[in-house]
């Protein structure tokens, strides 16, 4: 069985990339994502995405090579909150 890992980002639309927050293996994955459900933040898996993210220090942006990724992902979860907001 594979070691779970996570990666929590942090965007704003005034920094110049998204910033790594937090990066986990194993229990401390679980944390991450237990939190992330407790805040209701959005969670999106993509492997591949989080091998590369787990290598970067927290408080760094992440790398111009990431940024078509993981701007997909944005635009995602602002497609989502979107939708959200129409519902309510």
Do not use: C, W
């Amino acid at each position: 069985m594979k070691r779970k890992k996570a990666v929590a980002l942090k965007y704003k639309k005034e920094f110049n990339a998204p910033i790594v927050t937090a990066v986990g293996f194993g229990e401390i994955a679980e944390k991450i994502l237990n939190k992330a459900k407790e805040s209701n933040v959005p969670i999106v898996e993509d492997e591949s995405l989080v091998n590369e993210l787990s290598k970067i220090e927290p408080s760094s942006p992440i790398p111009y090579e990431l940024y078509e990724a993981v701007a997909r992902i944005i635009a995602f979860i602002y497609h989502l909150d979107e939708k959200q907001n129409i519902k309510e």
